[in-house]
């Protein structure tokens, strides 16, 4: 039977893995958050532009331009404006920036993240 002693608290190897653990997670979260922030500073564009749209006047090449000028306002780097696909369906403009982000972690892995849900329709605002 053991003493008291020797039975409380974790061992050393027991908190250098939990250390570990920890820090491996929060290395994660810090390389993930800025991109984000980036999607969602992306998102607010592609939707300001496609509730600016006016059906009948507004070209794609304005649709394109507008986009390029503010995605160079805002700094974004994750995607160029020839990424974002603009095309007309059925007398309906449509706006479609998903991309893809790859991270890397450590050595030869990296984390994949996917923001696919950026197609919207312009010119009629909150539609999806």
Excluded at 78 to 85: E, P
Excluded at 92 to 110: C, F, L, Q
């Amino acid at each position: 039977m053991r003493t008291p002693q020797r039975q409380r608290g974790m061992s050393i190897p027991g908190i250098l893995l939990i250390a570990i653990m920890v820090g491996f997670y929060v290395m994660c979260f810090v390389k993930m958050v800025p991109h984000y922030f980036e999607y969602n500073a992306i998102k607010g564009i592609i939707q300001t532009v496609a509730d600016e749209h006016e059906p009948g006047t507004t070209t794609v090449g304005q649709v394109r331009r507008r986009i390029d000028a503010m995605f160079n306002t805002n700094q974004i780097s994750a995607i160029k404006i020839g990424d974002v696909d603009i095309y007309r369906e059925k007398g309906k403009t449509y706006i479609d920036a998903s991309y893809e982000a790859r991270v890397p972690i450590a050595g030869r892995i990296d984390a994949l993240l996917k923001f696919d849900d950026l197609l919207v329709e312009a010119g009629n605002p909150g539609a999806r």
